[in-house]
C-alpha cells in the first residue's frame, strides 16, 4: 500500500470516528473563508454601474457650476462657464444649462428637487439614458431614477412642481451626478452657514451679513424640465444657477484639472466651482468599498479566532490520539508518518472549508453588490479570480497548519511505549505559581493551577476574547457612525452595510463562544486526573466546578479589557477617520458581559466534570 493512500485511509478513518469534532472544524475555518471570499470578489464590482452609466451617457470628466449670489438673489453669471470650454485640454462640451430649486409633490410626498433645463436634442456630453418611458417634450418632465424609486414615480404619472401639475414623461440616470439621496448640490442647499457657524455675522466679530434671501434645499433630488420652461418653476425668473459638463483629453487629469482651477477663498466668487468624474465614483461606490473593508477585516478575525478554535480542538483530540501514535510506530511508523497522518486529516477539513467559503462567499455577494436606482445595471457578478481561490485556500490551510503543527510534532515525538501506556502529559508546574496558589481560598487555587498547567491554552483564550470584543467595539462605533449618517440620509445600500455588520459581528461571538466551550471541555479532559486528586482530598464538586470556570473566565476578563482598548484601534486602522466610540459605559458593559457570558458558557462542562465519580478514574490513571 502506497505512503499517501496509507496516510488518506487513516486521516479518513479518524475523521469517521470523530464526526462532531470534524465538523466544528469545518464550520470554524468555513466561517472565516466565506467571509474572506466576500470581500475579496466585491474588489472592482463596486465601479462596474457607474463605469457603465458612463459610457452610455457619454458621461463628463468635469463639472463645472456657478451659483446665484444666496444674499442678493441674483442669477449667477454663465460666462466663466463659456470661457471654460475652451480651456486647454478640453476636446467637448455642453451647456452651460441653468439650474433652479423648486418642490415636488406626488402621492403626499413632497421634497426638493434641482430642476436642470435640457432641450430635446441630444447633448455631446452627459446625455441622459432614458431606463422607462421618454426624454424630455413640451410640459413633461424627466426625473432622475433613484429619486423617481424613492418616491415611487414612474414615466406616465403626473407630479406637482412649484404649484403646477406636470406629466412624468421619463426616468433616467446620468454619471454626472450621484444618485438620490447623495445628490451633489448645484444650488443652495441646507445647512447653509457663516463662518461662525451661526447664519449671523461673519467670524471674529465683523460685521453681520444680511440674511440669505433664497430659502435652501433639503436633500435634493433631481429633475430635468425644458430649458424654455424651467423660469416657470422657479423661485423667480432670475434665481438661475448654471452647469456645464466638459470632457478632457486626457480623463485621468481630471482631479489636477479641477485642482488647477477651483475658486481659493476670497475673491474668487465668480469661478465656477469644478467636480471631478472622480469625486463622483467615490461617492456612488462608498457603500461597497465600506463593506469589502468590513468583509476583509472580519474574515481576517474570524480567522485569528478559527486557529484559536483549531489549536483548542487538536490538543484535545491529540490527548485522544496517543495510543494510536504509539501502535503507529509499533508497527513501524516513523515519526514523519505519524506527523503526516495527524496533519493530513486538519489539511482535508481545511480544503473542504476552503471550497464551501468560495461557493458560499460567492453566491451571498449578490445580494450585498446588488445596488440601488441611479445606475444603469447592478453590479457585475462577482467573479472569482485565480488570485482570490488561491488566497482563500491559502488561508484555510494555513489556519490548519498553523494550529495542528507543533502538536502533531510533539505527538510523533512521543516514544512508542510513553505512547502505548497512555501515559498523562506531566502537568508544568511553575514555582510561584504553586506557592501562590496555596495560599488563596480552595476555588482560586484550583482556577490558577488549571490555568498555570497549560499557560499556551490560556493565552489562547484571552487572544480569543482580545479578537472578539474588538472587533465588537469596533462594529459599535461603526453602528454608531452608519446611524447618524442613516438619520441625515436614509438609504437602503447604507442599511444593507449594517446588515454587513450585524452578520460579522454575529459570526464572531458565536464563534468565540465556541471557542470557550470547546477550551473548557478540553481543560476538563486535561485536568480530570487532577481533579479526581483535588476531590480525594476533600474539594466539593461545587468548589471544583467553580474552580474550573474561573479557570476559563480569568483570561476572558484580561481579553475583554484588552479589547476594549484594541477595538478604537481596529475601527481607526479600517475608516481612517475620526472615531465614533460609543460611549465609555458601553464598554464596561462589554467587558462585564464577557465575564458573565463566559461564566454560563463554563457552567455545564465544569459541573459535569466536578459530579464524576472519582475512584474509577482514579483507578483507571494508576492501572
Known sequence: ??????????????????????????????????TLTLGLVMHGVAGDPYQRTREATSGPDIVASVALNPFTGAAADPAPLEDLAGADGVTAGSGPFPVAGSEIEVGGQTADVQLIGRSVEPADVDQPAVTDGDWLRDGAVVVEAAFAGALGIEAGDTVTLDGETVEVAGVAVTAAMTPYPWSNCLVLCAPFRDDDGEGEGAAGGG??????????????????????????FASSPDALSYVTYLQLDDPDSAQAFADARQPQGPGDEDKPFLEPWQHIVEQVTHVERNA??????????????????????????????TRRVGLLKAVGGTPALVAAVLLAEYVVVALVAS????????????????????????????SLTAGAVLTVTAVALGVAVLATF?????????????????????????????????????VLLIALRVAGRRPRRALLGVASVTVTVSGLVAALAAHAELDAQLAANPDPRMERLGDVLVVITVTLVALAAVNTVVSTW?????????????????ATPAQLSAGLSLAQV??????????????????????????????????????????????????????LAARRPVAPILQAETA
Open 1 to 34: 500500500m502506497g505512503r499517501l493512500l496509507l496516510v488518506a485511509r487513516l486521516a479518513a478513518r479518524d475523521l469517521r470516528r470523530r464526526p462532531a469534532e470534524a465538523a466544528l472544524l469545518l464550520l470554524a475555518i468555513a466561517a472565516a473563508t466565506t
Open 207 to 232: 460685521p453681520a451679513r444680511p440674511e440669505p434671501q433664497v430659502e435652501s434645499l433639503t436633500d435634493p433630488g433631481l429633475v430635468w424640465v425644458m430649458e424654455d420652461e424651467l423660469t416657470a
Open 292 to 321: 469589502q473593508r468590513v468583509l476583509l477585516t472580519g474574515g481576517w478575525l474570524l480567522g485569528i479566532l478559527a486557529v484559536a478554535s483549531v489549536a483548542v480542538l487538536v490538543g484535545g483530540r491529540m490527548a485522544d490520539q
Open 355 to 382: 471550497a464551501a467559503g468560495l461557493v458560499g462567499g460567492r453566491l451571498a455577494a449578490p445580494a450585498i453588490t446588488d445596488r440601488a436606482a441611479g445606475l444603469l445595471g447592478g453590479a457585475a457578478a462577482p
Open 406 to 442: 507543533v502538536p502533531a510534532i510533539r505527538a510523533a515525538r512521543t516514544s512508542t511505549v510513553a505512547a502505548l501506556n497512555e501515559s498523562a502529559r506531566p502537568p508544568r508546574r511553575v514555582g510561584w505559581l504553586v506557592a501562590l496558589s496555596s495560599r488563596l481560598p480552595v
Open 522 to 538: 478540553a481543560t476538563v479532559l486535561d485536568v480530570r486526573h487532577a481533579s479526581a486528586v483535588t476531590r480525594a482530598l476533600g
Open 554 to 607: 480569568v483570561p476572558a476578563f484580561a481579553g475583554a479589557v484588552l479589547g476594549s482598548i484594541g477595538g478604537p484601534l481596529l475601527y481607526d486602522a479600517v475608516d481612517q477617520e475620526d472615531v465614533v466610540m460609543p460611549p465609555g459605559w458601553w464598554l464596561v458593559a462589554v467587558v462585564a458581559g464577557v465575564v458573565v457570558a463566559v461564566s454560563v458558557l463554563t457552567l455545564v462542562p465544569a459541573r
